[in-house]
């Protein structure tokens, strides 16, 4: 799947959802780090006479006040805090052979309530999210989908001619597979990645529903996207980073929140499903000698081809 939320993780949202409302505890203390060459980065450290081994680095961010500066979001065994390098480290021409000047910048506080986005979602909605790694609009996007033509088709799980054609590749297939049953290895879903929020649903060969993402549901705050940005960048301080879990959250809830004739459109269409049936048959391609299932090879003037040979084939022809 594309990076598209890094910093957002399941497990790691709670923690961003704090930084954001300044569940804080400020330390603000001059600790001892080791460094790890191999894998630069701080592997523990050392706080009033306590050691702090780091088990999972969520996120290195660099300051938004300043470009010296490097924050780095660390979980430890008693709790997750951001730690930062003096800007004077930096400037030393070998970062390694300096080890000592970092500070303690904050602790995080646990957060034992429920967040508000938990307490939306529902128990399948949660089911899928951490199949997915995640809760993200698209995701929801694509449960909204899913859920609405389960129901308009009246369709089980189990009815194994339901098919599903998306036109995009992003996280919102994860959610239409795991509601529909429908996923590229049984045959039954179809993914053309064109970009766009493009549904069909079909139990008949003639024709199925089709939901298309409406203008509304696009509308992305400008603020949402320049973060977004940023993030893929890794130009994202820690600020802003909590920041976006905010606006995802805000997105989330909206998108979940929508009337189901707000959030798409909807029409009936003709559909014409694509069967490529695959055989059992496994054969050497007469091109590259690679074992390929028979009925994906293409006779091409006595020769059998994989898909590869042939396009090179034809590259070589155009030459
Ligand atoms: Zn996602
Ligand atoms: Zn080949």
């Not at 529903?209 to 940005?229: D, H, K, R």
Request: proline residues 6%; aromatic residues 8%; negative net charge.
């Amino acid at each position: 799947m594309t990076p598209n939320y890094p910093p957002v993780g399941m497990r790691n949202a709670p923690v961003f959802r704090q930084i954001y409302r300044e569940n804080i505890i400020p330390i603000q203390e001059a600790i001892a780090v080791d460094w790890d060459n191999r894998l630069q980065m701080p592997v523990s450290f050392h706080y009033l006479g306590r050691s702090y081994e780091i088990l999972e680095l969520i996120g290195v961010y660099p300051d938004a006040s300043s470009v010296s500066t490097l924050t780095f979001l660390a979980r430890t065994p008693y709790g997750v805090c951001a730690i930062y390098l003096d800007p004077g480290v930096l400037h030393a021409p070998n970062l390694s052979n300096r080890p000592g000047q970092w500070v303690l910048h904050y602790f995080i506080e646990e957060d034992s309530a429920q967040s508000e986005v938990d307490m939306l979602v529902e128990m399948k909605l949660k089911q899928i999210a951490d199949f997915h790694g995640h809760l993200c609009p698209d995701l929801v996007i694509g449960y909204r989908a899913a859920q609405y033509a389960l129901t308009r088709l009246e369709v089980k799980l189990a009815l194994p001619y339901l098919r599903v054609s998306v036109e995009n590749n992003t996280s919102a297939v994860d959610a239409i597979q795991m509601l529909t049953g429908c996923t590229p290895g049984n045959q039954r879903l179809s993914i053309r990645d064109e970009g766009k929020h493009v549904y069909v649903f079909q139990v008949s060969d003639q024709h199925g529903l089709c939901l298309t993402l409406a203008a509304p549901g696009q509308e992305v705050p400008a603020e949402f996207l320049s973060i977004e940005q940023k993030i893929q960048a890794g130009a994202a301080s820690l600020d802003e980073a909590a920041a976006y879990q905010y606006l995802l959250d805000a997105r989330v809830s909206y998108l979940l929140k929508l009337p189901i004739e707000a959030l798409f459109e909807m029409r009936w269409v003709e559909t014409a499903w694509q069967e490529a049936p695959l055989s059992s048959d496994i054969r050497k391609c007469d091109g590259c000698g690679e074992p390929v299932i028979g009925s994906r090879l293409i006779n091409l003037h006595g020769r059998r081809l994989c898909q590869s040979c042939l396009a090179s084939r034809r590259t070589i022809n155009a030459n």
